[in-house]
């Protein structure tokens, strides 16, 4: 059964940093494409950054240079370091995993909160 753990969400002033985290388990964790969506009230889910199985990683336009997505096999966990922050980037944040070889939607974990306000 797969798990996925969101940690690391908050409140934050404009131009601050967070560090979220998506613990798995129940799969093979070097298998998968790792995502961060996002989904502020109001507008639909949105895909924020993506590193596949491989290392690969891609980001929305409205977050480049500004949020950063690793992951580490060793620990089966995914991470997002997100820099200037602004209150644009509000939103409840989920961790999204699917197989590499797959094409369904995935795993989503439960989300976390990050809201970014003065």
């Known amino acids: 059964q797969v798990q996925l753990v969101e940690s690391g969400g908050g409140l934050v002033q404009p131009g601050g940093s967070l560090r979220l985290s998506c613990a798995a388990s129940g799969i093979s964790f070097s298998l998968y494409d790792m995502t961060w969506y996002r989904q502020a009230p109001g507008k639909q889910r949105e895909l924020v950054a993506r590193?596949?199985?491989?290392?690969?990683?891609n980001y929305a336009d409205s977050v480049k240079g500004r949020f950063t997505i690793s992951r580490d096999n060793t620990k089966n966990a995914v991470y997002l370091q997100m820099n200037s922050l602004k209150p644009g980037d509000t939103a409840v944040y989920y961790c999204n995993a699917r197989h590499f070889l797959r094409t369904n939607n995935g795993s989503w974990g439960q989300g976390t909160q990050v809201t970014v306000s003065a």
């Open positions: 590193i596949t199985n491989g290392g690969n990683t």
